[in-house]
């Protein structure tokens, strides 16, 4: 699969491969980048994954794409509105069920459902709180589609519920590992833990392309995750050293995010969160009076003292 193929056009079908077609939405935007890819698995017989926002547009582009053929299954990568939303109309057009991990809330660790009881809402890209799958798929789970064989694994990291999906040698990341840009982490969906985690459990897999929900293939999957992998910790060092004084995450965000336009700092101040939350789970730092996104943060004493 050759970069230079993307962008398609939106709502127009272009095979990657003899068995492989994609879609791209037509929802372009600063989160989504270029719009949400729609892949068509098969050939006499389908599997689609991640159908893409509602629109009645991409419904259309995507029955022309279908042209009549069986689909034996819809899987969602994760429930994000730009990628769950028209499971519904696209699953009662086909007859064809649904399948994912779980509802929204699906997937969260026991530190992400605790700030989301005290009411931290996540922020960014849209969750689809009624997506509700025909089907749940564990970890692992092996599904005889019309396409072949397909593997769910959860990755959870830019969403609690979010599945990579193993299709031979080629990998479907959603929006864990793009082609465009990093992930958005936005608790209590996006959990940095499980993010960094995920990176090296696909790592480990070793697929030969990494086919994303936005953007370009990946077809050097190592030195992709690894560029991954070095910005988080990047980062990391960065906020690590504006918290030598207490913080919030407002100080936090204007001191590491100097060469962002202002209007991009509220998907910044998440990422910060995000990052402040891993921090304090591994104990190098503390939050007062408690972890929030109103707390303010600063430098535990025993890993001041051990740096």
């Not at 056009?9 to 729609?38: F, K």
Request: with cysteine; aromatic share 4%.
């Amino acid at each position: 699969m050759a970069e230079a193929m993307f962008p398609p056009q939106p709502g127009q079908p272009l095979r990657i491969d003899t068995d492989l077609t994609v879609v791209l939405a037509p929802n372009p935007s600063p989160m989504t980048g270029p719009g949400t890819n729609t892949y068509l698995l098969g050939r006499d017989a389908l599997a689609i994954i991640d159908p893409g926002p509602v629109n009645d547009r991409h419904l259309a582009a995507l029955i022309d794409a279908i042209g009549g053929r069986t689909v034996s299954h819809i899987f969602v990568t994760h429930s994000h509105a730009d990628h769950s939303g028209l499971a519904p109309a696209l699953s009662h057009a086909t007859k064809s069920p649904v399948l994912a991990f779980g509802t929204s809330g699906a997937g969260r660790s026991a530190v992400m459902r605790n700030l989301a009881a005290n009411g931290l809402a996540g922020g960014g890209e849209g969750i689809d709180s009624a997506f509700r799958p025909d089907s749940n798929l564990p970890d692992g789970a092996l599904t005889d589609t019309g396409a072949g064989a397909v593997t769910a694994l959860h990755t959870p990291g830019h969403m609690g519920n979010h599945l990579c999906f193993q299709w031979g040698d080629r990998m479907f990341t959603g929006d864990l590992i793009m082609g465009w840009a990093s992930s958005l982490v936005s608790p209590p969906d996006g959990d940095l833990s499980d993010y960094m985690t995920s990176l090296e459990r696909v790592k480990r897999r070793a697929a030969r392309v990494l086919l994303s929900g936005h953007g370009v293939a990946i077809t050097d999957s190592n030195t992709r995750i690894n560029w991954l992998v070095a910005h988080r910790r990047s980062r990391e060092t960065q906020i690590r050293e504006a918290l030598q004084k207490p913080a919030t995450i407002d100080a936090v965000t204007a001191a590491v995010y100097t060469d962002v336009s202002r209007a991009l700092w509220p998907a910044a101040k998440r990422n910060v969160l995000a990052h402040l939350v891993d921090l304090w789970q591994r104990g190098l730092i503390v939050a007062s009076p408690c972890l929030s996104a109103k707390a303010v943060f600063q430098t535990a004493p025993t890993a001041s003292e051990g740096s």
